[in-house]
């Protein structure tokens, strides 16, 4: 990427030790672990773990913004040679931080993911080992994703497989959940951020027409197959929880996408592909948002409060 480090002075409070904060926080991408924690409320939501079991709700919370915070660790350490001479600014290759610090700071942020996810487990009377598998499953796609995979045809597969599997830790908020409304739920978060990653693969130069089309489709389908959702829930759950509203939000949704993506299609430039990214990371908190709307009723619109800290750190941190 061909971004710019945000200029925007932080507060008062924290200036003194911005300098020493700025290239950790920078490392983790602090404002997307906020669309990390969408997804754990989108689960949890789904599944009806809440409001009952806050205990195994707020341990995944924690579990699920550790591994995203140490997946961008890694993200960055693996990427040292092709951020050292398109993207200079960034802590490692600028030496802000070393590479053994990082790679110290993201093992242990991984393993902390896996530890609250076994602490979780232990809420549970059925299978509860399940989070701490389904983190393990999380980092071996990470590794999959920073070592192998991210620069070749696979890559944004592998990302989305990333994101799937933390829809289905949140999930395991619940003690029990059925029926393959779950999966088809991890599913359209996954192939969204499919689509993502693929349009964000060469946001640093000149994009090329066509990646961006396939990209911005391939996010299309992810609404498209998200809109039966709530009916297939509510059959498979005998439990009518669908919201009216649904389909016209994801609609809309899907317009206010479209925007950003159209113009970064027709003028591929790193700007406005960069620009388009970043609405679209941030509107997986809006897409989580509807779904659960979908599922859950009016208390999944709650998952858009996220936005608020997301766009506000976003001023000081980048974000892609």
Same mark, same amino acid.
């Given at each position: 990427m061909s971004e710019s480090a945000p200029t925007t002075t932080p507060p008062a409070v924290v200036s003194s030790l911005w300098p020493?904060?700025?290239p950790w926080l920078q490392l983790v991408? #602090?404002?997307?672990?906020?669309?990390?924690?969408a997804d754990i409320c989108l689960g949890a939501l789904a599944a009806g773990a809440l409001p009952a079991r806050w205990a195994p709700f707020l341990l995944l919370l924690l579990a699920s913004g550790c591994l995203y915070a140490g997946g961008m660790v890694w993200n960055d350490f693996f990427d040292y040679a092709q951020?050292?001479?398109?993207?200079?600014?960034?802590?490692? %290759?600028?030496?802000?931080?070393?590479?053994? $610090? $990082?790679?110290?700071?993201? @093992? @242990?942020?991984?393993?902390? =993911?896996?530890?609250?996810?076994?602490? @979780?487990?232990?809420?549970? *009377?059925? *299978? %509860?080992?399940?989070p701490a598998v389904v983190a393990l499953v999380i980092v071996g796609c990470i590794f999959l994703y920073d070592f192998a995979l991210k620069h070749t045809a696979l890559g944004p597969l592998g990302m989305g497989a990333c994101?799937?599997?933390?829809v289905v830790l949140g999930l395991c908020a619940a003690d029990q959940w059925g029926g393959m409304w779950g999966w088809h739920l991890a599913w359209i978060v996954g192939i969204y951020i499919t689509g993502v990653t693929w349009f964000a693969r060469t946001e640093a130069r000149q994009s090329k027409q066509a990646s961006l089309t396939g990209a911005a489709f391939t996010m299309l389908a992810a609404l498209v197959i $998200?809109?039966?959702?709530?009916a297939w829930f509510d059959a498979d759950d005998a439990q009518p929880r669908g919201w009216l509203l649904? %389909?016209? +939000?994801?609609?809309?949704? =899907?317009?206010?996408?479209?925007?950003? #993506?159209y113009?970064?299609?027709?003028?591929? *430039?790193?700007?406005?592909?960069q620009r388009a990214v970043k609405r679209c990371i941030m509107g997986l908190v809006v897409l989580d948002a509807i779904l659960a709307l979908g599922l859950a009723g009016p208390p999944? +619109?709650?998952?858009? #409060?996220? #936005?608020?800290?997301? +766009?506000?750190?976003?001023?000081?941190?980048?974000?892609?």
């Open positions: 020493r904060l700025q991408r #602090l404002p997307n672990v906020f669309t990390a924690f951020d050292y001479k398109e993207r200079p600014f960034r802590p490692l %290759p600028a030496g802000k931080v070393s590479r053994s $610090a $990082a790679a110290l700071f993201g @093992a @242990a942020l991984l393993l902390l =993911g896996i530890v609250f996810a076994g602490l @979780a487990g232990w809420q549970r *009377s059925y *299978s %509860p080992a399940l994101r799937y599997w933390n $998200a809109l039966p959702l709530p649904f %389909p016209y +939000l994801l609609v809309a949704f =899907g317009f206010a996408l479209g925007l950003p #993506l113009h970064a299609i027709r003028e591929p *430039s790193p700007e406005k592909v999944g +619109l709650l998952i858009l #409060l996220l #936005l608020v800290p997301a +766009l506000y750190l976003g001023k000081w941190i980048y974000s892609t």
